[in-house]
């Protein structure tokens, strides 16, 4: 081998061991550095959840200091993180119990802080003042600096949308049912636990304001990733393939959802709309009978925006004002591409109206009242029909055959049960309540928007679940735009529901036949 042949083959050498001696010492680098980042890999198993709190869990800044202290480190944050997701649910409960009660509000400084007030009583308004915000600030829990240095780092507002999800599903579980559990479950702990939650969806109601939102329209050429939690996340009509989701969003639809700079990628709430020549009547219409995919929109046939899908995506942001904004900012987009559009309605499910019958006529089969719900014509059908007796049997019959969604198969108890159901689910909608306000949640949600309840619409889900939930009904609340801000501040304040003369002619047919 000729000296330069040497000389090439030892530069090469000399190469390839500096290239093995620089991946050696990225990796190396690597390794120290999702160490150093991450400490929690089997964090679980090497720290206890006290010592994690105490690192994590920074003492609350004196009133002199609250503008000067120093933020702590960001690796605080992600040790916070990475341990959370260590652990088991049950592990999960006990760390926020001991986060919510170990790291809250300080209440002996805010009680001598409180009795410091009161003797201020008489002094100047600036003494006052000063005291009154010592007590403010005194009344911020320990944690609540932790959940804003989280909210910083990436990925953080997710994790406390997730972590609030947790409290709420814990809040209604029976998690707290386990022997291990209930030993510690207390009224002080769950106070403790109901403002950790309050502080969070606080902080998360400021985050998620709607002038921080960005309003997207979902077109067939979104990203495949949000295509697919779209339909993912769809809760009111599920979507039955990728056609079904292409036409979705494809002529005469519209899909909107709201997104946030935190959550890229991250649809919050999604709003399905039909764009129709008249309100419609029936879902069939209009998640099962489509335009051809790529057919072109005829502007004159669009006279209707139909709200008949809005799914909140995340448990987390339960509480949230979302819903209500994302509405109205879709009513000035489709008002700006549509300037003659001048009818907005729902085409709303009604959950739970099936639940509320059979319990209604469970009451009234107790109460020896069996013939109050439906007319005597109405009951002689359903005898005829099932070959109950009269009275208790009838009622028995009819409570079975709402059960097991078989009424539906009768074109003949169709037809009778028709003008019973409508009315009675009318009064569910209109007259039944929780400390004043409609009982159904969807009804409360459009009344609170300023909706008007317009119209029950007979068979207009006859899906299996249309029909297990609603006998099949669903309802239009319809947006009259000049009365919205007039009707949501008489429902809000005085519990008054604004409803067409359909739904309280159906109303009065019930109370007039009922003595429920």
Not at 8 to 35: C, D, F, M, N, P
Not at 99 to 106: A, P, R, Y
Not at 301 to 309: D, E, G, L, P, T
Not at 478 to 491: D, P
Request: charged content about 25%.
């Amino acid at each position: 081998m000729t000296p330069f042949h040497l000389s090439i083959a030892a530069r090469s050498l000399l190469k390839s061991y500096r290239h093995r001696a620089v991946l050696k010492t990225v990796q190396g680098l690597r390794a120290w550095e999702y160490i150093n980042m991450y400490p929690c890999t089997s964090i679980a198993e090497q720290k206890s959840m006290e010592e994690i709190l105490r690192k994590t869990v920074a003492p609350l800044p004196t009133y002199e200091m609250r503008e000067k202290s120093p933020p702590p480190p960001e690796s605080n944050s992600l040790e916070f993180i990475h341990f959370y997701k260590s652990l088991e649910k049950e592990q999960r409960l006990e760390f926020l119990e001991k986060l919510s009660h170990e790291f809250g509000v300080d209440h002996r400084w805010a009680s001598d802080l409180a009795a410091k007030l009161l003797e201020t009583r008489g002094r100047d308004v600036a003494t006052i003042l000063q005291v009154e915000d010592r007590l403010r600030y005194s009344l911020t829990p320990r944690y609540r600096q932790l959940l804003t240095h989280i909210s910083k780092v990436q990925g953080g507002v997710k994790f406390l949308v997730d972590l609030r999800a947790d409290l709420i599903e814990f809040a209604s579980s029976k998690i707290t049912d386990s022997p291990h559990m209930r030993k510690k479950e207390n009224h002080t702990d769950l106070n403790h636990k109901r403002d950790l939650n309050s502080t969070l969806k606080s902080l998360l109601s400021e985050w998620f304001s709607v002038g921080l939102l960005q309003l997207e329209r979902i077109t067939w050429q979104s990203p495949c990733e949000i295509l697919q939690k779209i339909s993912q996340y769809e809760a009111v009509h599920p979507v039955r393939n990728w056609t079904d989701i292409k036409r979705r969003v494809g002529p005469y639809r519209r899909c909107y959802a709201f997104t946030h700079a935190s959550m890229p990628g991250e649809p919050l709430v999604v709003l399905h709309v039909a764009l129709t020549e008249d309100i419609a009547n029936n879902i069939q219409g209009i998640v099962r009978e489509f335009a051809a995919i790529d057919a072109d929109e005829d502007v004159n046939k669009i006279n209707a925006a139909i709200f008949y899908s809005i799914s909140s995506t995340q448990a987390g942001l339960q509480g949230v004002e979302l819903g209500n904004y994302l509405i109205k900012r879709v009513v000035r987009e489709l008002q700006s591409e549509f300037p003659h559009m001048a009818q907005f309605s729902s085409l709303s499910p009604i959950p739970g109206f099936s639940l509320w019958l059979q319990g209604a006529l469970g009451q009234h089969k107790k109460e020896g009242r069996a013939t109050e719900l439906l007319s005597e014509q109405e009951w002689r059908e359903v005898e005829d029909v099932t070959g109950a007796a009269p009275g208790a049997p009838a009622l028995e019959a009819l409570r079975r055959l709402i059960g097991t969604s078989e009424w539906i198969r009768s074109d003949r108890l169709v037809h009778a049960l028709e003008p019973a159901l409508m009315r009675l689910c009318a009064w569910y909608l209109y007259g039944e309540k929780r400390r004043g306000y409609a009982l159904n949640p969807v009804a409360n949600f459009h009344l609170q928007n300023g909706a008007t309840m317009w119209r029950l619409n007979w068979q207009a889900d006859t899906s299996p679940r249309g029909i297990a939930n609603s006998c099949g009904i669903m309802v239009n609340y319809r947006y009259f735009l000049q009365e919205t801000s007039t009707n949501s501040a008489a429902y809000m304040q005085n519990k008054v529901i604004k409803a067409s003369e359909q739904v309280l002619g159906l109303v009065s047919q019930f109370q007039k036949s009922s003595k429920l």
